[in-house]
């Protein structure tokens, strides 16, 4: 049932080409921007406190990325926030370095008070800071946590009211009842930049055209753990991660029910 649903969204998206306006940071902004189209949304990159709210009323979903947040910014993302409850789009959200700094934390939880977000998408570490956790986050990295990425999706769902889905060697997602696990992927998937903020707008996409955000979640993640499966198995001799980035977009591109059914690894 569930594989069903998922694959159905394939063609969906492709004729739906949902609008998904990103507020996200200014590293990843092009390859956000270039997964959407892969996958066969539009995107839209505007920031301005000005036209963010106007922007939200001609969309199918909205990103809130932390990558690169500022006081300004901030204030942009909690108007198109609440302009997307408003309208009842879904909202994703990536709490990225989310531990890092008191900054970042403070500001996460109170987007998660004002705003109704329907998906979270992070690494083990950002997503344990949001429920209160605490580890030794550098930075935008994961590192060791204290309890299952299992659990964690499954608390974090339940305490936050959302769809929580976590990346890593294994992805889990989890709407606080029913929780699934992904194995796909490829380490050289932590070699490039952007492969989780890529993942959200995937995630949003998806969310874009069905109210199924559990599937689309799922569909989201596992696109991009396969692609970066597939992409990695296609480099050649002399191909670095200058060609894995863009044999990843290649493989986004190329993807359809079927290999994605053929592919994905569900544990
Ligand atoms: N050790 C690993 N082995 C295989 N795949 C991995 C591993 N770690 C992460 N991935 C994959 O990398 C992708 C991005 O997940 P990751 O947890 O690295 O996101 P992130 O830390 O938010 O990334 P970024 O902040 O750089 O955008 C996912 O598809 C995930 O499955
Ligand atoms: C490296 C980096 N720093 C802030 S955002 C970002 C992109 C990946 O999360
Ligand atoms: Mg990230």
Redesign the pocket.
């Known amino acids: 049932m569930l594989i069903d649903n998922i694959k159905e969204l394939f063609l969906k998206i492709k004729k739906g080409n949902p609008l998904v306006h990103h507020i996200t940071?200014?590293?990843?902004i092009n390859d956000c921007a270039n997964a959407t189209l892969a996958i066969g949304g539009s995107p839209v990159m505007a920031t301005s406190i000005e036209e963010v709210a106007d922007m939200v009323n001609l969309a199918n979903a909205l990103v809130i990325?932390?990558?690169?947040i500022d006081d300004s910014t901030y204030e942009a993302m909690l108007r198109a926030g609440k302009a997307a409850n408003k309208k009842g789009i879904p909202v994703v959200f990536?709490p990225?370095?989310v531990g890092a700094t008191p900054f970042r934390t403070e500001r996460a939880i109170d987007f998660l008070k004002k705003v109704d977000v329907s998906i979270i998408r992070g690494n083990a570490t950002e997503v344990f800071a949001l429920i209160g956790g605490k580890a030794a986050t550098r930075?935008?990295?994961a590192v060791e946590i204290t309890i299952s990425k299992e659990e964690l999706a499954k608390k974090t769902a339940q305490q936050l009211n959302t769809i929580a889905v976590i990346s890593g060697k294994h992805d889990v997602i989890s709407n606080g009842e029913e929780t699934v696990k992904i194995g796909n992927g490829d380490i050289w998937l932590t070699r490039i930049?952007?492969t989780?903020?890529m993942t959200a707008s995937l995630i949003a996409s998806f969310a874009g055209i069905t109210d199924d955000l559990f599937s689309a979640a799922i569909a989201g993640m596992s696109v991009m753990s396969l692609a970066g499966e597939r992409a990695k198995n296609r480099l050649i001799d002399g191909e670095g991660i200058g060609t894995y980035r863009v044999k990843l977009i290649d493989e986004i591109s190329m993807m359809d029910s079927q290999i994605w059914e053929e592919g994905v690894r569900f544990l």
């Open positions: 940071n200014n590293v990843t990325n932390f990558g690169t990536d990225v370095g930075g935008v990295d930049t952007g989780g903020c």
